[in-house]
């Protein structure tokens, strides 16, 4: 098997990843996540998981590189990482009660040959109706702050849920792992 990169600094990411039992190594690529202007939220994911994967690829010319990137959807409203305490609030705040979905892109680059297998995994978390009192609580406690949506799927973030929706739990986490399995096949890689 060729050596396997994976284009995240994310731990979130690097623990899903480890699941697959494959050996792998993890390098951040640099690009600039900005959505361009009128953008979709899909379109975005897509472009940004492939850029991603080939930021990388003259550094590592003989590697399958993995990239992926999230963001969640409310309504109309594209919801990225909140970075600090209020806009996660108000992240909570507008999703409380509401149903946020969330796109992940992921992108399988063969380096050598530059073939890319492209695509996105929708999963939907209907919100419970929350007080900002125990919305305060759960930022104070996690701190989520580096995920889309502010809350943390695989912690305590799951205690602001009422129903999930979707075909693959992972994607939440940020990397779809059962379509992930499925590119590697179909580049050669088996998994089990």
Do not use: W
């Not at 969330?102 to 939907?124: K, Y």
């Amino acid at each position: 098997m060729r050596p396997l990169i994976l284009a995240s600094s994310s731990p979130y990411r690097q623990a899903l990843l480890k699941r697959l039992g494959l050996p792998f190594s993890t390098h951040a690529p640099e690009v600039d996540e900005r959505r361009h202007e009128g953008e979709s939220a899909l379109a975005l994911v897509l472009r940004l998981a492939e850029d991603k994967a080939r930021a990388l690829a003259l550094r590592y010319p003989h590697h399958l590189i993995i990239g992926s990137d999230q963001v969640a959807v409310l309504g109309d409203q594209v919801l990225g990482k909140p970075g600090g305490f209020e806009q996660a609030l108000a992240q909570l705040t507008a999703a409380s009660g509401e149903r946020v979905t969330f796109l992940t892109g992921l992108a399988l680059l063969d380096s050598a040959s530059g073939e890319c297998q492209v695509d996105a995994v929708a999963f939907s978390v209907n919100m419970r109706k929350l007080p900002q009192d125990a919305l305060t609580r759960y930022l104070q406690a996690e701190q989520p702050y580096d995920c889309a949506g502010s809350f943390k799927a695989e912690g305590l973030g799951v205690s602001l849920f009422e129903s999930t929706e979707g075909p693959d739990a992972t994607s939440l986490i940020g990397l779809p792992l059962i379509r992930l399995v499925a590119m590697l096949a179909a580049m050669g890689v088996a998994v089990p």
